[in-house]
């Protein structure tokens, strides 16, 4: 009684297996079908679609890849070596509106500001200029190295 059991419970689970495999491609025709490599089994059709749709993908990255190369080079690039040349070439120093309080009571030009003078920059904000810049100067050496790359 107990071996009849553990038959038809094997019986049963080869069925399923066997079932399992044909859903999944591994029976062919009712023998097992074993693929060697790593390329799935496809028609030529639809090696053909596949090859096409990669030769599309390929055209279209390398579009956006121009694009964007000639974004940097033309607009990026250009604009940050204006501000790494700013910063190199700062003085540290920035304007203020002076504003007289005994010629505004005359004048009655409440709202207006007055003349301009020159004066430094508060330590805190020279202080940034020097890392800003390294970072600067960094960021526009990996944009060349990408650049010639690309």
């Known amino acids: 009684p107990g071996n009849d059991h553990d038959t038809s419970s094997h019986v049963d689970a080869v069925a399923q297996t066997l079932a399992v495999m044909e859903r999944s491609g591994a029976l ?8 060697v490599g790593n390329e799935p089994h496809n028609s030529s059709a639809e090696l053909k679609a596949e090859g096409t749709n990669q030769d ?10 121009e694009a964007i190369v ?23 120093m920035m304007e203020r509106a ?9 004048s009655g030009d409440v709202g207006k500001a007055g003349p301009v003078s020159v004066v430094l920059l508060p330590e805190d904000k020279r202080a940034l200029r020097g890392p800003l810049l ?5 960021l526009k050496g990996e944009l060349d ?5 690309a």
């Open 56 to 65: 599309e993908t390929k055209v279209d990255a390398r579009r956006e890849l």
């Open 70 to 92: 000639k974004k940097l080079s033309s607009k990026r690039l250009h604009r940050l070596s204006q501000w790494i040349h700013a910063l190199t070439y700062a003085d540290g």
């Open 98 to 106: 002076v504003v007289d309080p005994a010629s505004l009571a005359t």
């Open 28 to 35: 062919l025709d009712g023998k097992l079908f074993v693929e």
């Open 134 to 138: 390294q970072q600067m100067m960094k």
């Open 145 to 149: 190295d990408v650049l010639k790359s």
